[in-house]
Nanobody
Framework: QLQLVESGGGLVQPGGSLRLSCSPSGFTADYYAIGWFRQVPGKEREGVGCISVSGGTRYADSVKGRFTISRENAKNIAYLQMNSLKPEDTARYYC???????????????????WGQGTLVTVSS
């Protein structure tokens, strides 16, 4: 199973920003869609958004306009830029990868096969 490594989490005040990174380990993600997800204890993993092979993005309504997903294939890395953070954004954030064509991506977590260990984001004053 392919592995990914997330980084960039931490403690931030409400209204602040963080940028998370997702680095595939041992494979090149050019032909993979990347999804971002989050999970709090006791709840199901929630899709935040995704970026397709061709760079198209989709977002959950809860983060639309605040979060931005991007990828740099030359560096084999993807990002989740989070702005205007709210306490309810507190969660462990994961990235996932799934082999895909050039069509739109999905942020349904059950579609993804490769995961990282996650990075914790805490939004609190």
């Amino acid at each position: 199973q392919l592995q990914l490594v997330e980084s960039g989490g931490g403690l931030v005040q409400p209204g602040g920003s963080l940028r998370l990174s997702c680095s595939p380990s041992g494979f090149t993600a050019d032909y993979y869609a990347i999804g971002w997800f989050r999970q709090v204890p006791g709840k199901e993993r929630e899709g935040v958004g995704c970026i397709s092979v061709s760079g198209g993005t989709r977002y959950a309504d809860s983060v639309k306009g605040r979060f931005t997903i991007s990828r740099e294939n030359a560096k084999n890395i993807a990002y989740l830029q989070m702005n205007s953070l709210k306490p309810e954004d507190t969660a462990r954030y994961y990235c996932g990868a799934v082999r895909a064509g050039n069509g739109p991506c999905t942020y349904a977590w059950k579609v993804y096969r490769s995961w990282g260990q996650g990075t914790l984001v805490t939004v609190s004053s």
